[in-house]
Nanobody
C-alpha cells in the first residue's frame, strides 16, 4: 500500500505564497501519478493539479499561472507551489496518489487559509 504525508499548509495574506509538500512511502513503484485536490464546496473534492510519473502536468483553470506542481522522484515527493493566493483558495488540500491499478490513495489533508 501507499502512504502519504502532507505538510506546508498554513495562514497567509492574499497575494502571498505557500508550498505544500507530500511524501509517499510504501508501494511507491505502483504510483502512476500524484497530485493535489481540494475539499471544495460541492459533493466531491476538486482537482487542483496533477503530475504523472512521466512529468506531464494538468491544472484546474484557476490554478493555471499561479500554482506549480513538481515532483522529486528520488525522494518520492510531490510539491505544490502556490503563488498570488486569493481568499477563495482557502480550503483543505489533499495529496493524492493514483496507482497503476486505478486506485486512489488520499493524504490526511492540510489546511490552507488565505486572509483578505
Amino acid at each position: 500500500q501507499v502512504q502519504l504525508m502532507e505538510s506546508g499548509g498554513g495562514l497567509v495574506q492574499a497575494g502571498g505564497s505557500l508550498r505544500l509538500s507530500c511524501a509517499a512511502s510504501g508501494s511507491i513503484n505502483s504510483i502512476s501519478a500524484m497530485g493535489w485536490w481540494r475539499e471544495g464546496s460541492g459533493p466531491q473534492r476538486e482537482l487542483v493539479a496533477t503530475i504523472t510519473i512521466g512529468g506531464r502536468t494538468n491544472y484546474e483553470d484557476s490554478a493555471k499561472g499561479r500554482f506549480t506542481i513538481s515532483r522529486d522522484s528520488a525522494n518520492n515527493a510531490v510539491f505544490l507551489q502556490m503563488e498570488s493566493l486569493r481568499p477563495e483558495d482557502t480550503d483543505v488540500y489533499y495529496c493524492i496518489a493514483e496507482t497503476i491499478l486505478g486506485q486512489r490513495v488520499w493524504g490526511q489533508g492540510t489546511q490552507v487559509t488565505v486572509s483578505a
